[in-house]
């Protein structure tokens, strides 16, 4: 059995650091939410972290509950043998792990979930917003089923009520267009712009662009769904990833090993530091990846992209 109060002395900052966090001067970038500027923040007590975008928070060992998507258990056994050196896992626990993993992943509620896309249908504000201030192509949008809402919804079917209003819900779905979680982006700027429901999955956006893949094509990593819409918009195959620590191990072995042959990988970082981090992660990754840097004055491509509409 984990030893609790040996994990709960291990400095947070060094389990953030273990999980492949970048810690400086005692904040991170959120892993939680599409966080471009460092808002979660570790306590001085080096035992508790706080986003202060989105919320979340709570000790070492939930840092690594919802990073990892465990269970408590796993999460201490995690932190015993990757944080102090031991390791009391048992071989009963091991063939648990994979059970234990799908009642951590049912916290998404996908059936309803998908109800709640089913049928896209955009508000005047949501029109407003992607149509006239981004400038974005309205075939994009009803290819990636994105939808909104004027009045606040639950995640689960029986929740309360989750989503703010008004916002736009993403689909985030597999490679094969499974529903994983689906993501709110606030229109009202009150509240965090960017959440997920608690136990989704991290990784990439719009993957089922992979299987439109053909010999030879270019794919563009952009940063959060918006700029891949833009993208696309300016009719590229693209994806997104949100940053540097949303990237899985998984995601890394699709793109390495998943796409057809000649594929090539071409990036526009954002004009700022997250953008040069989630660069610089992804070259270690690719080192054939192409970089296509933003004019002085422009953040990122969706501004570029209006700027040349």
Not at 36 to 61: E, M, P, R, T, Y
Not at 143 to 172: E, H, M, V
Not at 273 to 290: D, I, M, N, V, Y
Request: glycine content about 8%; charged content about 30%; hydrophobic content about 35%.
């Amino acid at each position: 059995m984990y030893d609790l109060e040996k994990i709960k002395d291990v400095a947070i900052e060094d389990v953030a650091v273990k999980l492949g966090m970048r810690v400086v001067r005692h904040m991170a970038l959120c892993p939680f939410h599409a966080d471009k500027v460092a808002s979660l923040h570790f306590s001085k007590d080096k035992k508790h972290w706080k986003c202060f975008a989105c919320s979340k928070g709570g000790d070492q060992i939930s840092l690594v509950m919802d990073y990892l998507g465990m269970t408590f258990t796993r999460a201490c056994e995690w932190i015993e043998k990757e944080m102090t050196g031991t390791d009391s896992l048992q071989q009963q626990r091991l063939d648990t792990k994979s059970s234990e993993g799908q009642k951590r992943e049912a916290v998404v509620d996908r059936d309803y979930l998908e109800w709640v896309v089913e049928k896209p249908r955009l508000t005047e504000e949501a029109r407003h917003f992607l149509f006239e201030e981004r400038r974005l192509d309205p075939k994009v949008i009803a290819q990636l089923g994105i939808t909104a809402t004027d009045k606040p919804l639950p995640c689960t079917r029986w929740g309360r009520n989750f989503y703010d209003a008004p916002s736009l819900l993403i689909p985030y779905r597999d490679i094969d267009g499974q529903l994983l979680t689906v993501q709110e982006r606030a229109l009202g700027g009150v509240g965090p712009r960017f959440r997920f429901p608690p136990g989704s999955p991290s990784g990439i956006y719009n993957k089922p662009m992979l299987r439109q893949l053909q010999e030879g094509d270019e794919l563009w990593i952009t940063e959060g769904p918006s700029d891949c819409w833009a993208m696309m918009s300016a009719g590229r195959k693209a994806v997104a990833l949100p940053s540097a620590t949303l990237l899985t191990m998984g995601d890394v072995k699709l793109l390495k090993e998943g796409l057809p042959r000649g594929v090539t990988l071409h990036m526009t970082p954002d004009n700022d530091r997250a953008g040069k981090e989630l660069l610089q992660t992804l070259k270690g990754f690719f080192p054939t990846l192409t970089a296509h840097l933003l004019p002085d004055g422009v953040k990122d491509f969706g501004e570029l992209w209006r700027r040349r509409k």
